[in-house]
């Protein structure tokens, strides 16, 4: 089974500054990773995701995220944030094989102040 | 626009009505996902389509819940005798392979249930 924490279940920041959001997970078996968006009354859009290879991943809006496999953490970066980046932010994973049915965390919630 | 549909958008049932959710896939999908998002929390599996086949339903929360999806395109989740725990976003999701494939999953934009 397979489990992420969101460490911050709230990230207010001011435009143009750099956010991180925190991700952890606990898996017994390598896993898939991933990062949503969801803007309000949306449904979730990925922003990225990491399957093997190149630790550092990019994805769309300027966000990348850094997989880090003896830490079990894959945290999303952004250098600059703009008003629109508001919105909840979901880490998941999921298996590599089956289903491949996602875990999610339970979200982040970034606030861009002026 | 091609991507995943669901309606109503909004439901409100009274406790103890049973209410239908339905689910519209990107055309060709062959996989559908059905995810309960409750207030503050992040979307949880509840269960797994490979065309018209429930491959897993293990998150399927009681026996009120019934999903199906009988000619492997549009899928309908029921939930018989709705509670008050049942208040939740609904997300329906696709993926263009089933297992093995490309595992994107592209999501709708929910329905959201409330129940009184």
């Known amino acids: 089974a397979q489990s992420v924490t969101q460490l911050d279940s709230q990230v207010p920041v001011f435009e143009e500054a750099p956010v991180e959001l925190r991700c952890n997970y606990s898996s017994s078996v390598s896993v898939y990773l991933f990062w949503y968006v969801q803007y309000p009354n949306q449904g979730l859009q990925l922003l990225l995701k990491y399957l093997s290879g190149s630790t550092l991943v990019k994805g769309i809006n300027g966000f990348e995220a850094e997989f880090n496999k003896s830490q079990t953490s894959f945290h999303l970066r952004k250098p600059s944030v703009h008003i629109s980046d508001t919105a909840e932010y979901f880490c998941a994973v999921s298996p590599p094989r089956g289903a491949q049915k996602l875990v999610f965390g339970q979200g982040t919630r970034l606030t861009i102040n002026p | ?116």
């Open chain 2, 1 to 116: 626009g091609a991507g995943v549909s669901q309606s109503p958008r909004y439901k409100v049932a009274k406790r103890g009505q049973d209410v239908a959710l339905r689910c519209d896939p990107i055309s060709g999908h062959v996989s559908l996902f059905w995810y309960q998002q409750a207030l503050g929390q992040g979307p949880e599996f509840l269960t797994y389509f490979q065309n018209e086949a429930q491959l897993d339903k293990s998150g399927l929360p009681s026996d009120r819940f019934f999903a199906e999806r009988p000619e492997g395109s549009v899928s309908t989740l029921k939930i018989q005798r709705t509670q008050q725990e049942d208040s939740a976003v609904y997300l329906c999701a696709s993926r263009r392979a089933g297992t093995g494939g490309p595992i994107e999953q592209y999501f709708g934009p929910g329905t959201r249930l409330t129940v009184t």
